[in-house]
């Protein structure tokens, strides 16, 4: 949690005694399969007596590229224009002492961003209006889109807190208020290959119009508060295909989006894995009870052959072991206690120190080791903690688990592009279980290596210029900015478990269509590349680091000028020149904005406030918080069809209805040495008791070789009576292993019959367990197998 430190100071903060600027925000956004299109508008009005300077922090995606800015006043639309960041300052402070209208838009970090809205006079408006276009995530065969709504208050550490100009602490925490009147409209059309399947948002309800060939989702509130990420899941009925777009930008010249999906068979292997997990006061509440959960599937799902430790952090860092330690039966039981006796109680997130412990570790393992970050990802020194891991990157792969409704997309999605890893991320009302597994899964199994692509002769810059592992069903997306009237065949090459691979895709001249997508985000993709790649601290080529830097920031300017992109080195401008300037100074007025819903254990409701002014008595960042989960609102094709209903379009369907919340774990309140579980309490929240999932009791059972004692607590489970199990004929002169044998496949056949739904959460363990029992040397029943005896017991 961060400190006093780091509270911003409020020079020209609004209080109950002056008017918030910020009106409303309002999204539109189209989702086209693996990307979005996003406008983004602000309205805001001078209610005060004197010109204002609004100044408002916001975050947008990590990966949009912000390809568009005006200013509307009075109905006159002021284009803006790309230019180097301190030359589009000079521009914006020049109009502002000229008494002219001035609006500015600067990139603090890919996912924060300041609107600086200059000499607004009094009782006038103004609307900001900034459009980017942005890579979207798969998350199984479903598309994620996120929009960040508020920027999470981020730790700073020491060297974040001072220093010549605007402290990181400073610009990444603006001034935040419990309460801000101004709220936020979406609405956003999907049109992806195929038909929409399913559409769900695990953080509001919305409403959804489905038709046969796209879908139209909106807040089923009229405004909702700005204190959470807003996500959507789409599903289509299939997997996109491999495929390939090519548009002529603008500039004449012509992208190519690559997407591949590799498939090829892969083995689980032995590693050395490291979880890092963060204890800071920020992940109070209901994200520690995840992580605590989630790691105690992940270590049932470790193998023999692995070696392992979890390391936690705040403001000072907790190693369980001294260095990783092999996995076994006492490695595996002192784990489980220390895990569900977890607590976010370490402090502040200083990250860096931690993962510099582990990374230094790593570096003398024999293995690549597997670094598994679970974090809400607040921290203000993102550049610094990203180099430490691309420093490493030949010796470690860095997978990242982003928590709670706030999660710095940057951060986390940065390490794993920097560890040759990959991110997942979970919001509350969301089982972390099954997304942890579908991470750890990818950290346990080869990944494609050498990965190359091959243009075939044509001239292309290919971004990324290095590609990093590959994982299979996994989707690679890469870019190409070409020459004009080239066709061809461009092919991914790689080294698989079993030897070399390559997939292919043709390139036709004749398919080249206008646009302003994809060129659009193969310039962000390489400005990202060069921001990330270590142009500015380079390890091979000259060692003249400034001149390299130097370098780099000029090819950022060129490309982000060229394609009309904000970045860390280039901002968007706007100027209203006025025929009758103004001669009052402005008076600087900073937008506070809302604390994260869940920061810190607080809770706060989905909708806002309809009041103009700061609500007297708001509290600014500090003080005790609540946390509350929130369901996912569903809606599917299937269910929007009624009766009656034209074929063509589907009726409105709105999800509401009160939040849900997942089902406690037995994890936090089991004992493996004495195989005790005590009673289940209320679960903070629901003001009563709620039992707890078997799966997880079951789980929670299950020793380090993978198979299950035949014991009460497993007969209870399974619902079956233990005296029943243990008086059968089992057949077998070993009677321990035989029992052993017979719980081990009662165990997997009730996660088959009983658990088919939560398949994802047990797939490894359940695999762990069915090699356990194809060598076990026990004999079964004559004419019978364990798994033949386990079904006529409990089917």
Same mark, same amino acid.
């Given at each position: 949690m961060p400190?006093?430190?780091?509270?911003?100071?409020?020079?020209?903060?609004?209080?109950?005694h002056?008017?918030?600027?910020?009106?409303?925000?309002?999204?539109?956004?189209?989702?086209?399969?693996?990307?979005?299109?996003?406008?983004?508008?602000?309205?805001?009005?001078?209610?005060e007596?004197?010109?204002?300077?609004?100044?408002?922090?916001?975050?947008?995606?990590?990966?949009?590229a912000?390809?568009?800015?005006?200013?509307?006043?009075?109905?006159?639309?002021?284009?803006?224009?790309?230019?180097?960041?301190?030359?589009?300052?000079?521009?914006?402070?020049?109009?502002?002492?000229?008494?002219?209208?001035a609006?500015? =838009?600067?990139?603090?970090r890919?996912?924060?961003?300041?609107?600086?809205?200059?000499?607004?006079?009094?009782?006038?408006?103004?609307?900001?209006?900034?459009?980017?276009?942005?890579e979207?995530?798969?998350?199984?065969?479903?598309?994620?889109?996120?929009?960040?709504t508020?920027?999470?208050?981020?730790?700073a550490?020491?060297?974040?807190?001072?220093?010549?100009?605007?402290?990181?602490?400073?610009?990444?925490?603006?001034?935040?208020?419990?309460?801000?009147?101004?709220?936020?409209?979406?609405?956003?059309?999907?049109?992806?290959?195929?038909?929409?399947r399913?559409?769900?948002?695990?953080?509001?309800?919305?409403?959804i119009?489905?038709?046969?060939?796209?879908?139209?989702?909106?807040?089923?509130?009229e405004?909702?508060a700005?204190?959470?990420?807003?996500?959507?899941?789409?599903?289509?009925?299939?997997?996109?295909?491999?495929?390939?777009?090519?548009?002529r930008?603008?500039?004449?010249?012509v992208?190519?989006?690559?997407?591949?999906?590799?498939?090829?068979?892969?083995?689980r292997?032995?590693?050395?894995?490291?979880?890092?997990?963060?204890r800071?006061?920020?992940?109070?509440?209901?994200?520690i009870?995840q992580?605590?959960?989630?790691?105690?599937?992940?270590?049932?799902? =470790?193998?023999?052959?692995?070696?392992?430790?979890?390391?936690?952090?705040?403001?000072?860092?907790?190693?369980?072991?001294g260095?990783?330690?092999?996995?076994?039966?006492?490695?595996?039981?002192?784990?489980?206690?220390?895990?569900?006796?977890?607590?976010?109680?370490?402090?502040?997130?200083?990250l860096?120190?931690?993962?510099?412990?582990?990374?230094?570790?790593?570096?003398?393992?024999?293995?690549?080791?597997?670094?598994?970050?679970?974090?809400?990802g607040?921290?203000?020194?993102?550049?610094?903690?990203?180099?430490?891991?691309?420093?490493?990157?030949?010796?470690?792969?860095?997978?990242?688990?982003?928590?709670?409704?706030?999660?710095?997309?940057?951060?986390?999605?940065?390490?794993?592009?920097?560890?040759?890893?990959?991110?997942?991320?979970?919001?509350?009302?969301?089982?972390?279980?099954?997304?942890?597994?579908?991470?750890?899964?990818?950290?346990?199994?080869?990944?494609?290596?050498?990965?190359?692509?091959?243009?075939?002769?044509?001239?292309?810059?290919?971004?990324?210029?290095?590609?990093?592992?590959?994982?299979?069903?996994?989707?690679?997306r890469?870019?190409?900015?070409?020459?004009?009237g080239q066709?061809?065949?461009?092919?991914?090459?790689?080294?698989?478990?079993?030897?070399?691979?390559?997939?292919?895709?043709?390139?036709?001249?004749?398919?080249?269509?206008?646009?302003?997508?994809?060129?659009?985000?193969?310039?962000?993709?390489?400005?990202?590349?060069?921001?990330?790649?270590?142009?500015?601290?380079?390890?091979?080529?000259s060692?003249?680091?400034?001149?390299?830097?130097?370098?780099?920031?000029?090819?950022?300017?060129?490309?982000?000028?060229?394609?009309?992109?904000?970045?860390?080195?280039?901002?968007?401008?706007a100027?209203?020149?006025?025929?009758?300037?103004?001669?009052e100074?402005?008076?600087?007025?900073?937008?506070?904005?809302?604390?994260?819903?869940?920061?810190?254990?607080?809770?706060?409701?989905?909708?806002?406030?309809?009041?103009?002014?700061?609500?007297?008595g708001?509290?600014?960042?500090?003080?005790?918080?609540?946390?509350?989960?929130?369901?996912?609102?569903?809606?599917?094709?299937?269910?929007?069809?009624?009766?009656?209903?034209?074929?063509?379009?589907?009726?409105?369907?709105t999800?509401?209805?009160?939040?849900?919340?997942?089902?406690?774990?037995?994890?936090?309140?089991?004992?493996?040495?004495?195989?005790?579980?005590?009673?289940?309490?209320?679960?903070?929240?629901?003001g009563?008791?709620?039992?707890?999932?078997?799966?997880?009791?079951?789980?929670?059972?299950?020793?380090?070789d993978?198979?299950?004692?035949?014991?009460?607590?497993?007969?209870?489970?399974l619902?079956?009576?233990?005296?029943?199990?243990?008086?059968?004929?089992?057949?077998?002169?070993?009677?321990?292993?035989?029992r052993?044998?017979?719980?081990?496949a009662?165990?997997?056949?009730?996660?088959?019959?009983?658990?088919?739904?939560?398949?994802?959460?047990?797939?490894?363990?359940?695999?762990?367990?069915?090699r356990?029992?194809?060598?076990?040397?026990?004999?079964?029943?004559?004419?019978?197998s364990?798994r033949?005896?386990?079904?006529?017991?409990?089917?």
């Amino acid at each position: 949690m961060p400190t006093p430190a780091l509270l911003p100071a409020h020079v020209g903060l609004c209080t109950e005694h002056t008017q918030i600027p910020l009106e409303h925000v309002d999204v539109r956004a189209e989702i086209l399969g693996a990307h979005a299109r996003v406008t983004f508008t602000q309205r805001y009005r001078n209610q005060e007596s004197r010109p204002v300077e609004a100044v408002y922090v916001f975050p947008l995606d990590e990966s949009a590229a912000v390809c568009g800015f005006a200013a509307v006043v009075e109905g006159v639309r002021y284009e803006g224009v790309v230019k180097p960041r301190e030359e589009a300052f000079a521009t914006y402070d020049d109009a502002m002492a000229a008494g002219h209208g001035a609006f500015l =838009l600067d990139e603090e970090r890919p996912d924060v961003f300041t609107a600086s809205i200059g000499n607004l006079p009094p009782g006038a408006e103004a609307q900001i209006e900034l459009t980017y276009v942005s890579e979207l995530t798969c998350e199984g065969d479903s598309i994620r889109f996120t929009l960040p709504t508020t920027v999470s208050p981020r730790y700073a550490p020491a060297e974040d807190q001072g220093g010549i100009g605007r402290a990181p602490a400073d610009v990444l925490n603006p001034p935040r208020a419990s309460d801000v009147p101004y709220g936020l409209s979406f609405t956003a059309r999907a049109a992806i290959p195929g038909r929409i399947r399913r559409i769900e948002s695990p953080s509001h309800p919305i409403s959804i119009d489905l038709g046969p060939d796209h879908a139209t989702v909106t807040l089923a509130q009229e405004q909702v508060a700005l204190d959470r990420d807003l996500v959507l899941l789409v599903t289509p009925d299939e997997v996109a295909a491999p495929q390939i777009a090519l548009e002529r930008h603008g500039t004449g010249r012509v992208a190519a989006a690559l997407t591949f999906r590799p498939q090829f068979a892969v083995a689980r292997v032995p590693a050395d894995i490291v979880f890092v997990v963060d204890r800071s006061g920020s992940m109070d509440g209901s994200s520690i009870e995840q992580v605590r959960n989630a790691l105690q599937i992940c270590l049932r799902s =470790l193998e023999a052959g692995c070696n392992f430790n979890i390391v936690g952090f705040g403001s000072r860092f907790e190693s369980l072991f001294g260095e990783c330690r092999p996995y076994d039966e006492r490695s595996l039981a002192e784990a489980a206690s220390h895990v569900a006796a977890l607590e976010a109680s370490l402090g502040g997130t200083e990250l860096l120190p931690a993962l510099e412990f582990v990374l230094e570790q790593a570096t003398r393992s024999e293995r690549i080791a597997q670094i598994v970050i679970m974090t809400d990802g607040q921290v203000t020194n993102t550049d610094a903690v990203i180099e430490a891991v691309r420093r490493r990157r030949d010796r470690v792969r860095v997978f990242t688990f982003g928590i709670g409704r706030g999660a710095s997309h940057h951060l986390v999605k940065g390490l794993a592009r920097a560890g040759g890893g990959a991110a997942e991320f979970v919001y509350p009302g969301e089982r972390i279980e099954p997304k942890m597994v579908r991470l750890f899964r990818r950290a346990l199994s080869p990944a494609l290596t050498d990965v190359r692509i091959d243009w075939g002769g044509m001239t292309v810059t290919s971004v990324p210029s290095t590609v990093g592992p590959v994982f299979a069903d996994e989707p690679l997306r890469a870019y190409g900015l070409m020459q004009a009237g080239q066709s061809g065949t461009v092919t991914l090459h790689a080294r698989g478990p079993s030897g070399p691979l390559s997939w292919s895709l043709g390139v036709q001249a004749a398919d080249v269509v206008e646009g302003a997508t994809v060129g659009t985000l193969a310039a962000r993709a390489r400005i990202r590349e060069i921001e990330e790649g270590g142009s500015w601290s380079p390890d091979r080529g000259s060692q003249q680091h400034e001149r390299r830097a130097n370098r780099a920031v000029n090819e950022i300017i060129q490309l982000a000028t060229e394609f009309g992109l904000a970045s860390r080195e280039t901002s968007w401008v706007a100027v209203q020149a006025r025929e009758a300037p103004l001669t009052e100074q402005a008076t600087l007025r900073r937008v506070p904005i809302a604390i994260t819903s869940g920061w810190g254990g607080r809770d706060a409701p989905i909708g806002v406030q309809p009041t103009m002014a700061a609500p007297r008595g708001s509290r600014m960042l500090g003080g005790a918080l609540a946390d509350s989960f929130d369901g996912s609102f569903v809606a599917e094709h299937r269910l929007a069809r009624a009766p009656g209903a034209s074929r063509d379009r589907a009726p409105r369907v709105t999800q509401a209805g009160p939040p849900k919340s997942p089902p406690p774990s037995i994890f936090g309140r089991f004992t493996r040495d004495d195989r005790l579980m005590d009673k289940v309490g209320s679960v903070p929240g629901l003001g009563g008791a709620a039992p707890v999932r078997a799966l997880d009791r079951l789980v929670a059972l299950q020793r380090a070789d993978g198979s299950w004692d035949l014991s009460q607590e497993l007969a209870d489970v399974l619902g079956l009576r233990f005296g029943d199990l243990v008086s059968l004929p089992l057949g077998s002169e070993n009677t321990d292993v035989a029992r052993r044998a017979l719980a081990t496949a009662l165990a997997i056949t009730f996660l088959e019959t009983r658990e088919l739904s939560q398949h994802p959460e047990w797939e490894l363990l359940a695999a762990k367990a069915a090699r356990w029992l194809a060598r076990v040397k026990a004999v079964p029943p004559a004419g019978e197998s364990w798994r033949r005896l386990a079904t006529r017991l409990l089917v």
